[in-house]
């Protein structure tokens, strides 16, 4: 495996939501959520502007990037890196509390 990727987690599962947005689920138990609509301006996501194609997205089998195709794809370093972390409900209050 190569030293620079070993840093970010793999990806656990993906799902589409609306407005072209991701919920990353990651091995580390942590959730980002990554805002797709940059990519849709580029020529190798133009599918991808259909809503359905968008929400067809699963999860690469070894956890390395979320899939549509053999085409179309994203890594899941990029996903980490520039996902909005999300906060699990109550966390923080729980660990304030102790």
């Not at 407005?19 to 138990?29: A, K, R």
């Not at 053999?70 to 996903?79: F, G, H, Q, V, W």
Request: with cysteine; proline share 7%.
């Amino acid at each position: 495996m190569n030293e620079e990727w070993k840093d970010y987690p793999s990806l656990a599962s993906v799902k589409a939501l609306p407005d072209y947005q991701l919920l990353c689920s990651f091995h580390n138990g942590e959730q980002r959520c990554y805002d797709f609509r940059p990519h849709l301006a580029l020529p190798m996501f133009q599918l991808l502007k259909e809503s359905a194609y968008f929400r067809a997205v699963q999860t690469d089998p070894h956890g390395l990037g979320a899939v549509w195709n053999d085409d179309m794809d994203i890594a899941a370093s990029e996903l980490w890196l520039n996902g909005v972390p999300l906060e699990v409900p109550f966390a923080a209050l729980a660990a304030t509390n102790h």
